[in-house]
């Protein structure tokens, strides 16, 4: 789904990625997480009157997926086209995901690019022949150092396990091709040390750190026990180790030795979103990589915690898979995309509970926030017939309401478009949202409506003004977050048309106090967050 915006020409793009999700089966809570973080971040960004590329796709090489594709019956292409057209696109539509691009590492515009970049290294002399023999978790696709290995129990009894996984690993032996990684260690740690935000969290930096500290070991980027990849250009009986074909991906969907336009105007990108089990790919091999081939390096690694359910990361591997349209079905999108980043600090392992997504949708979206719009609404539309009336006898509650729309929307950009502080930018907005209750609450308006003189009515009117307009600003500062809640709200205000068009600087506006037409017709619409039903079984 492409978004209006995107196509402006000048100015670098600020430029996000998710992972490249391997289609080894469906998406569930974990994958969406991370997407939905990267739509709320560039839709943000958008809203800044930016220009934006945002791009996730999917990894459809390497050996879990001809494994996978076997298991089934089919050929590898088969599976991934299926699974990618009936599972993971559609469902990046349902939750509102607006990507500019959607990369499969199977498309030739990215298969040719891959080679050519290879070659290139090779060329260069930092691509060399060598033989390898170690343990090889499918599962994750890499060889295991022996720290990353746990001792099995019960049925695995003896064997040694993938820590991520719990399975067991496979001791492998072939012949490969190395890319000279061990020699990146110094530069990388210059870099990291020149820039402390260029790996977040700083748990996150820390490990990596420590773990380039230790000494790298140069990178088998090749296989030769099975054929479901990229061809090695020089050597056909090689495939390319799919992590270094899937790391191109950033490169090759915007354009590298394609486009050079296109190149130039979004590569690097601004922010790779990542899970943390990946985090050693993107903060070492893609940068040195990079480095090696003389391209610019990313501006920072983002590493997102694991989502629990029942103390156990979620995936399907562990049985804890949970499909994202069980939530949506109850919750609605909105509140679904809303949930996760307000209830869990990005960068930190987070538990997910049926009750406690249940709780916080009463209080905060149907309590507060709905509630908020349903009762100003209402009272325009007893009142002044629902036309919206001028606000002529401001004072000082008023002055506080306004000052308090300027902090949530200084702390929101902050903490949303430059810090990654979902959470942080989320509850800065509840907070004016439970700041204008209590104006409504404290200044009583339908007492005041008593008061049919001159300045009691204009009273009255001021007041209501207040309320409607804080919630316009609520709904631009919520529109990268529930972009469907935040148009119902828009629309039912009387707003002027535009608020979906994404690239109009309305972060600016929002924190512009009079943006709300006197005169425009209020509408008390549908409930925006209905009342739950009971818990489906």
């Not at 899970?275 to 070492?284: E, M, P, V, Y």
């Not at 990361?313 to 995309?337: C, E, W």
């Not at 009272?379 to 300027?406: C, H, I, N, R, W």
């Not at 300045?455 to 977050?481: D, F, K």
Request: hydrophobic share 40%.
């Amino acid at each position: 789904m492409a978004a209006t915006g995107s196509e402006k020409q000048g100015a670098k793009a600020y430029y996000v990625t998710t992972p490249i999700y391997y289609v080894n089966d469906a998406p569930h809570l974990g994958h969406a997480y991370t997407t939905v973080a990267g739509d709320v971040l560039t839709r943000w960004h958008r809203q800044r009157g930016e220009k934006v590329w945002y791009l996730t796709g999917t990894d459809e090489h390497g050996q879990k997926i001809m494994r996978t594709a076997e298991a089934n019956g089919v050929t590898p292409q088969e599976w991934c086209d299926k699974l990618v057209e009936e599972a993971w696109k559609p469902l990046w539509e349902h939750l509102n995901i607006a990507n500019d691009d959607f990369i499969r590492t199977t498309e030739k515009r990215h298969t040719d690019r891959v080679q050519e970049f290879v070659q290139d290294l090779y060329d260069k002399g930092e691509i060399y022949k060598g033989g390898y023999e170690g343990p090889y978790c499918v599962g994750c696709e890499e060889y295991k150092l022996p720290g990353d290995l746990i001792d099995g129990e019960g049925e695995f009894a003896g064997q040694k396990l993938c820590s991520i996984h719990k399975t067991p690993v496979e001791l492998l032996k072939e012949e490969n091709y190395f890319f000279k990684l061990s020699e990146y260690g110094p530069k990388l740690l210059e870099l990291y040390e020149a820039d402390p935000g260029f790996i977040q969290p700083e748990s996150a930096r820390n490990e990596v750190m420590n773990f380039v500290k230790q000494g790298l070991q140069d990178l088998s980027i090749s296989r030769s026990t099975f054929d479901w990849g990229v061809k090695v250009p020089w050597d056909d009986k090689h495939v390319i180790y799919v992590w270094i074909d899937a790391l191109l991906n950033y490169a090759t969907a915007v354009g590298y030795n394609e486009n050079p336009a296109k190149f130039e105007e979004t590569f690097p990108a601004n922010v790779h979103l990542v899970g943390k089990d990946i985090l050693r790919f993107h903060a070492i091999i893609w940068p040195a990589m990079l480095m090696a081939n003389g391209l610019p390096v990313p501006g920072k690694i983002a590493a997102n915690g694991w989502l629990m359910v029942g103390g156990e990361k979620m995936s399907k591997s562990n049985l804890t898979g949970i499909k994202p349209q069980d939530l949506t079905s109850h919750f609605g999108v909105d509140a679904y995309r809303w949930y996760f980043l307000r209830a869990i600090a990005f960068g930190q392992d987070g538990s997910f509970s049926w009750e406690d997504f249940t709780a916080r949708y009463t209080s905060e979206l149907a309590n507060d926030y709905g509630n908020l719009a349903s009762r100003v609404a209402a009272m325009v539309g007893k009142y002044f017939g629902g036309a919206l009336p001028e606000a002529t006898a401001s004072g000082d509650a008023e002055k506080a309401v306004q000052e308090g729309l300027a902090r949530a929307v200084a702390e929101a950009d902050r903490k949303i478009g430059d810090e990654l502080d979902f959470q942080g930018g989320i509850l800065s907005v509840f907070e004016f949202v439970k700041q204008v209750n209590g104006y409504i609450t404290e200044q009583e308006p339908w007492k005041v409506a008593k008061d049919t003189s001159p300045e009691g009515q204009a009273r009255l009117a001021t007041i209501l003004y207040t309320a409607a307009e804080s919630l316009r600003a609520v709904a631009v500062l919520l529109n990268p977050v529930m972009p469907q809640t935040s148009q119902a709200l828009w629309d039912s205000l009387g707003a002027e048309p535009g608020l979906g068009a994404l690239a109009d600087q309305r972060v600016q506006q929002a924190g512009e106090w009079g943006g709300l037409p006197v005169g425009a017709t209020v509408t008390k619409g549908a409930v925006l967050f209905p009342r739950l039903e009971e818990k489906p079984a």
